[in-house]
């Protein structure tokens, strides 16, 4: 299945995005001053790809972080169920207690 999974989704992703980084090539400013675009300082010249990739990076970030954060309950619930596991193991692998042997039988002997 995960063989299966690669050669359907990430080969034809990753051809895609070989095309895209191999198509726009050409340098593009990237200014972070809005009110003079013009300030070398505050400009960087890259290829497009490299934003499109820095995009989908930080994309990918943000969404594993949010979905790490909305699952901590489901984490949270694990542990637990695992320690009570691991309590009533222990207590089914005590020894049983010996109880005394009472003075008289609890049952009567069986009728012929």
């Known amino acids: 299945m ?3 999974l690669t050669w359907v989704v990430f080969v034809p992703v990753a051809i895609v995005l070989v095309a895209l980084a191999v198509a726009n090539r050409a340098p593009v400013p990237f200014t ?3 009110f ?3 300030n070398p300082g505050l400009t ?3 290829p497009l790809f490299v934003y499109l990739f ?3 990076a930080v994309g990918l970030i943000v969404g594993s972080i949010a979905t790490w954060m909305r699952q901590g309950r489901h984490r949270k619930a694990a542990r637990e169920s695992q320690a009570e596991v691991r309590a009533l193991r222990d207590q089914l692998l005590q020894p049983a207690p010996v109880v005394p042997a009472a003075s008289s039988p609890a049952l009567p002997p ?3």
Do not use: E, W, Y
Request: aromatic share 6%; charged share 10%; hydrophobic share 55%.
């Open 36 to 38: 003079n675009p013009g």
């Open 32 to 34: 972070i001053d809005p």
């Open 2 to 4: 995960n063989r299966f």
């Open 54 to 56: 820095a995009a989908l």
């Open 110 to 112: 069986p009728a012929a």
């Open 44 to 46: 960087v010249a890259l």
